[in-house]
Each structure stands twice: as structure tokens, then as C-alpha cells.
């Protein structure tokens, strides 16, 4: 499935490191083994990562003002730690760059991945993307606050999707 | 009867257009699911998370639907619409549960969805029954009613259903989680057996305060639960289950689903670590974010209707004199009533389980008379016990024989909650795919054998819990007597466990010893009750002479028949 952003197909300017061979010059998303190295490059240069389900993102916090991108990853659908790694990320770390989603969501996980604060999904999931559109448009309600700060509606806990 | 507010659904959360709005959106999800799953774009290996979070479950020979009944709390009209869907999508049954849900066992996936939106017609759902996200939140059977309650916990029990409903961060965590919330120093909820454990009581500016007990259950590792936090304000208890939920979606283990839960996790990094952890994390949150507000709360509690308890004057003194004319009355008032805070009501409860029957299961007609009772008796309000049995919350006294002349009329009025009968089982290997041995029968055998309202009373307090397999959803291990099935080379066979008890006196029980055939372990108990009752002191409850005398007083009866 091609990139996606909000619900609609976007194109990716960043390129994935590869093993065994030197990073490129442009924006790059490299593993967490070799942050150091992206970090080597010249300070303009776009830099992302990519963590494992089992990364603290606290060892972000150094190079945060760095990257431009976290990728999470979904080893199985199941496995729902990138879910408090996204989280985290905005609410502890504040972090305001793409946080892209990896590995094999569900498209009916993807209003979950939008509130914790991902902002792009990159799945080798065939679905056409009108099933995430869907999967986006389908709740309009919510029952607890998230990173996105929807507003409560009346006194409780019940806020509104942004749909769009 | 009048309520205050005729809208208002008394005890219950009152629906309004946005949360109807939320659950034909959520029927509408399902359905295009269910249509994805036909079509074949889901494999059943991700369909599965998906119809569990909406309560569907495949079992031994079909699918079962487990329909929330939040808090227990549920209506008349709700009760009659479950009536409905017993008779048309079910065997005219349906099966009160642990969690104080109800499920129906002979479901076709392709009536699920319509199911759902009959279901969404009452403001009801199968959300969250299942899967491995936040449960049900169950609560005391007698809340806002009982007289020993410091304060009423389903208004914190509802605030605690949408904060969990379909959760960003928690709806895909290493396994399912339970929480209990209580507002009784009386502990009905089984609070130190689930993985959050809470019990409120009035904390020091007038707003409830918490005590917050953490992996606690029961399963393949029964482990209570330990405190883990002293007098919580309320302001803060959203942002510190979410930090305790948080720690255990990250840690808690993911290789191994026997290992999963987070008494695991808790007992792994042992007490002290894991508060520190969730301290760090509550420490960093965005805590304005999270804060529950006194006027959430307020406009959450102005959603529930009050009932209106206005009695005679003579109410109590009616009851007195039809309890001295009828000694099948009384008997029944004092095994099937609790006491009301108010002194011209109690609180009744219909036993499910009938001498020889199967606990919990309900047929649709016992449904339709249920709710017509709740109307005529109790404000329209049912409320479903973790014991698997019904209660009617507020009954006028004056009125209340005539309630028990209905009820026993249809076969309801049986007198043993709390006594022999009034056994927890597990559905066991009659529908459930994971079971080693067959409960019900057991359950049955032993019911019908102590039968004699009289017998059972004389032998007083004792809870009888029966599983399937150690998997242990009839709660054996929290049973005075537990009763656990085993496959011995595929023979069934039962092993006895004694002395567990899930009350304020928390115990594991312990085995007593090798595994009995079932044609033996109805014997075997009859034995160890006979036992009972001629080491017992005067007024000893079994639980008591047991932790007096120990395991050894009681094995001779089990093992050496006379």
C-alpha cells in the first residue's frame, strides 16, 4: 500500500538506510544502531528512525531536535506497544515531526494509531486505501482524551473525530 | 412507582443522541467487518481481535455473543429486548456470567451484526466483552443501595466504561484487563483478584478517594492483588490508570499468553519497581490532560436517574408480621434480602440457581417476568450479580412478599445465595473449547443433593466454585470450596481445593490432594461437609473451621470413606 497521510495517499521523500552500504545525502530513515551515524551527517540533512516495539523512546530525547521522523513498528497487529511509543513521543517528549507507522496494522486500527499521535502508515497490507479512509471515517465519537486535544463536548468525557 | 427524572433510566448511565450516535457507528464498523472477513479480505487470524472486541467468541459447537451489562446495571426494557434475542437468535436462553454480563451460546456469525443493532435499539452492546483490552468494569450488586456503602461507585464504574471504550493505547494490550471498583468497606467486588482493584471511600474535601490494588487474579497463577496506592483523589484517577495500563502495554510480557497478564509483570519486577515505574510515568504525564474535573463527574452522575424512596411509615413493620405468618417467607428474606440504606427497603435477590439447575442461565420467559418485577417492585432497575445471580436494588418492605409470592410462583424464589446452592461454574466442557471436564453436572449434583432449604441453612455460608480447567473462569481457587476439572487420560476428574475466599478475607485455596473420579466428588464433598458440621463451634462458618482446624482435619473425610 502506498504511503499514507490523514486518510489520503501521500508521497514519501524519505529513504530507508541500507544495510551495508552508506547513507544517502537526502532525507533517510536510519535503524536505531546507526543514529550516530545520521547524526554524523551535516545538521541540515533530513534524518528519521526507525525503533523496535521493545525501545524506551526516552533514548530519543537527545537526538529529537535532530529527526524529522520516528517510524513504530507493528511486528504483529496484536503487538500494541508502538501505540504508547507514539504517545509518548508527543505527550512526553513533544516531539512535532512524522511519526510513521510500520510492520502490519490493521486498517481498523487506524483512528487508534491518528490518536496516539501517528501521523503517516506505511503497511505492506494490500487493502485498497479506500478501506482506511473508511476505517478513518466510520467513528465520529470519542470517550477519552488524546495526544490529537479534542475538545470535550458538554460536561464529560465524549469529544468529537475531525473526520476530514 | 415514579422516578424523579422520567427520562432517566435509574442506576444507569442515560443515553442521549451522541452515544446512540456512537454505537450505530460501532454496529455499522462490524458489519463492514464481518462483510471484509465473508469476502475474505480478512483472514480469521485478524477477524478474530476484531469480534472479540465486539463479544463473539467461537465455542465448542458455535459462536457465543457476550453482551456488556455495564456495571451489572441494566434496565427492564433492556432485560426484555435480551428476552427477544434469546427467542429468536438463541435456544430461548441466555447465561448470566462472572463479569456480570450475560452471553448467548448458540449464535451464527451472520446475525451478529443484526443482533448488535437490536441490541444498540436498548442502548446496549457486546463492546470490550472480550479481547485483549479493558473489560467490563464490574461493581458491588448493591451499590446505592446497601447500607454499609461509604459511597455509590457506579458513577465512577461508568466514568471508568467510556474512558476504556475503544481506547487508542489499550485496546491491543498483552492480554485482557479487569478492573472492580467498590464503595463498601465490604468487599463484594473480589477487588484483590483483578488486575486493577479499586475501593472508594470519601476522602477529605467531600470527593472520593481511592485505594488502588494491582495484579490480582486468578487463572493458571492465582496471585492477590497488592495496594499499590494509598487515598488516590479522584481529580487524579484517570491519569493514574492510564499510567498503570501504560507500564503494562509497554512490559507486560507478549511471548508467552499464559504469562501475559499483569499480576505476571507486577510479581516480575516485584512491587516496589513496578510503582516506581508507573509513578515516573505518572509524573511525566500531561496531567491537565487527563484531570477528572468535579463537574465531569457531577454532569456524568446528573445522567443517572434516582429512584424515588418514599415508603410507609409502617413499611418494616409490615415485613416483621409477614415474616412471623410464613416461615417459607422468612426463610427465604433471610438468605435472599441485603439491607437497604433506606429502612423501608431492602434489596432482593433472585437466586439463578434452582436446585439441580444450571447456575446462571436464564430462560427468555424467566427474562420477561424479571423485568416485569423490576417494574412493578423496583424502579425498572435489574441488576446482575458476579455470583451469577439477579437483584432487585430497591424494594419497598411492605411490598416485598409479594414480590416473593411472584417469584416462587415461577420457580425464582429459591432461598440459598450465599448457601451450598448458590454455586459459580464455569460453562466447562458442555460449550467451551478449552474446558477438560464438564461443570455443570457437577454443579447440578451437587445442588440437587443438598436441595433442603433447611439443610442448607443449618450448614450456612459456603461458597462452592467449579472449573472446567485451570484456566479458571468459575474461580475455584477463590471458592471455600474449589472444584477444578482435569483430564486424566481422558477420564474427567476433579481436584478439591479449600479455604479460598475473594471477600476481605482474601485467600487462595490450597489443594487438599489427589484428584477424585467425578463419580466420587460429589461423595467426597458430602463427606467433608458432614465433617464440617461436627468439628464446627457454635455459629462457625465452614471457612472458619477450616482456617482453624487446617487441611488435615478435612482430607480423612475425602479420601478415607467410612
Not at chain 1, 505527550?91 to 507507522?101: D, N, V
Not at chain 2, 456469525?109 to 443493532?117: C, G, Q, R, V
Not at chain 2, 464440617?532 to 478435612?554: H, K, P
Amino acid at each position: 500500500m502506498p504511503l499514507l497521510e490523514n486518510g489520503h495517499v501521500t508521497e514519501d521523500r524519505w529513504a530507508q538506510a541500507i544495510a551495508g552500504e552508506a547513507l544517502p545525502a537526502g532525507a533517510v530513515i536510519v535503524p536505531l544502531e546507526r543514529l550516530e551515524e545520521g547524526l554524523a551527517r551535516p545538521k541540515d540533512a533530513p534524518l528519521g528512525v526507525a525503533i523496535g516495539p521493545d525501545v524506551d523512546v526516552a533514548v530519543l530525547r537527545p537526538a529529537l531536535p535532530r529527526l524529522g521522523l520516528v517510524a513504530v513498528t507493528f511486528p504483529s497487529f496484536r503487538d500494541g506497544r508502538a501505540f504508547t511509543q507514539a504517545r509518548a513521543l508527543r505527550e512526553h517528549l513533544s516531539f512535532t515531526g512524522e511519526i510513521r507507522a510500520t510492520g502490519t496494522p490493521l486498517p481498523d486500527q487506524y483512528e487508534f494509531l491518528l490518536r496516539c499521535g501517528v501521523t503517516t502508515v506505511q503497511t505492506d497490507r494490500a487493502e485498497d486505501v479506500a478501506v482506511w479512509q473508511q476505517a478513518h471515517e466510520i467513528i465520529s465519537i470519542a470517550y477519552q482524551p488524546s495526544v490529537l486535544h479534542e475538545r470535550p463536548q458538554g460536561l464529560g468525557l465524549r469529544r468529537f473525530l475531525a473526520t476530514d | 412507582m415514579s422516578t424523579d427524572t422520567a427520562t432517566q433510566p435509574v442506576g444507569r448511565y442515560a443515553y442521549d443522541e451522541v452515544d446512540r450516535t456512537f454505537l450505530s457507528q460501532r454496529v455499522a464498523q462490524f458489519r463492514e467487518q464481518v462483510g471484509r472477513r465473508v469476502a475474505g479480505d480478512l483472514s480469521e487470524d485478524e477477524f478474530k481481535p476484531l469480534r472479540l472486541m465486539n463479544g463473539l467468541y467461537l465455542q465448542l459447537h458455535a459462536y457465543m455473543l457476550r453482551v456488556a451489562v455495564p456495571y451489572g446495571m441494566m434496565g427492564a426494557d433492556q432485560m426484555r429486548e435480551l428476552a427477544h434475542i434469546a427467542r429468536t437468535y438463541d435456544r430461548d436462553y441466555g447465561h448470566f456470567t462472572t463479569r456480570q454480563n450475560i452471553q448467548f451460546n448458540w449464535i451464527r456469525l451472520e446475525d451478529t451484526p443484526d443482533i448488535l443493532e437490536r441490541l444498540a435499539g436498548v442502548n446496549m452492546h457486546a463492546i470490550q466483552t472480550s479481547g485483549n483490552c479493558i473489560r467490563n468494569v464490574t461493581c458491588d450488586e448493591f451499590a446505592g443501595a446497601a447500607a454499609d456503602e461509604l459511597l455509590d461507585p457506579r458513577i465512577h464504574a461508568e466514568i471508568l466504561r467510556q474512558w476504556s471504550t475503544l481506547h487508542p493505547e489499550f485496546s491491543f494490550l498483552p492480554r485482557k484487563f479487569k478492573i472492580a471498583i467498590s464503595g463498601s468497606p465490604h468487599d463484594r467486588v473480589a477487588a484483590r483478584f483483578h488486575d486493577i482493584g479499586l475501593v472508594a471511600h470519601p476522602g477529605p474535601n467531600g470527593r472520593p478517594v481511592f485505594d488502588v490494588f494491582v495484579g490480582g487474579g486468578l487463572g493458571r497463577t492465582p496471585i492477590i492483588g497488592v495496594h499499590l496506592c494509598h487515598d488516590l483523589p479522584e481529580e487524579d484517577l484517570l491519569a493514574y490508570l492510564e499510567a498503570v495500563v501504560r507500564v503494562y502495554n509497554a512490559y507486560g510480557r507478549r511471548d508467552n499468553m499464559y504469562k501475559a497478564r499483569i499480576k505476571i509483570l507486577v510479581q516480575a519486577l516485584g512491587v516496589e519497581q513496578f510503582r516506581e515505574k508507573v509513578d515516573a510515568e505518572f509524573a511525566q504525564m500531561n496531567r491537565a490532560d487527563y484531570r477528572l474535573e468535579p463537574a465531569i463527574v457531577e454532569g456524568i452522575r446528573a445522567r443517572f436517574g434516582i429512584p424515588d424512596l418514599d415508603a410507609p411509615a409502617d413499611a418494616a413493620q409490615k415485613l416483621d408480621s409477614d415474616r412471623k405468618a410464613d416461615a417459607r417467607f422468612d426463610r427465604w428474606v433471610r438468605t435472599n434480602t441485603h439491607a437497604h440504606r433506606h429502612e423501608g427497603f431492602i434489596s432482593a435477590v433472585v437466586s439463578i440457581k434452582p436446585d439441580g439447575g444450571i447456575p446462571g442461565d436464564v430462560t427468555a420467559d424467566q427474562m420477561d417476568l424479571i423485568a416485569d418485577l423490576a417494574d412493578e417492585f423496583s424502579f425498572g432497575e435489574i441488576r446482575v450479580t458476579h455470583m451469577q445471580n439477579v437483584v432487585l436494588g430497591h424494594v419497598r418492605k411492605d411490598r416485598l412478599r409479594d414480590l416473593w409470592l411472584r417469584l416462587d410462583g415461577a420457580g425464582l424464589g429459591t432461598p440459598n445465595i450465599g448457601l451450598v446452592g448458590d454455586i459459580i461454574a464455569c460453562p466447562g466442557l458442555d460449550y467451551c473449547a478449552l474446558a477438560n471436564a464438564r461443570s455443570i453436572p457437577i454443579a447440578q449434583k451437587l445442588s440437587a443433593r443438598f436441595a433442603n432449604p433447611e439443610l442448607q441453612e443449618n450448614i450456612g455460608t459456603l461458597r462452592i466454585n467449579i472449573s472446567g480447567c485451570i484456566n479458571a473462569c468459575g474461580h475455584h481457587h477463590a471458592g471455600h470450596i474449589g472444584i477444578l476439572g482435569v483430564d486424566k487420560r481422558g477420564e474427567e476428574f476433579f481436584q478439591l481445593t479449600l479455604g479460598g475466599s475473594a471477600e476481605n478475607d482474601v485467600a487462595i485455596g490450597q489443594i487438599i490432594g489427589p484428584a477424585l473420579p467425578e463419580d466420587e466428588t460429589v461423595d467426597a464433598i458430602a463427606r467433608l461437609i458432614d465433617t464440617y458440621l461436627v468439628l464446627r463451634n457454635e455459629g462457625e462458618a465452614f471457612i472458619d473451621t477450616y482456617r482453624r482446624l487446617g487441611a488435615a482435619s478435612f482430607k480423612d473425610a475425602v479420601y478415607a470413606p467410612a
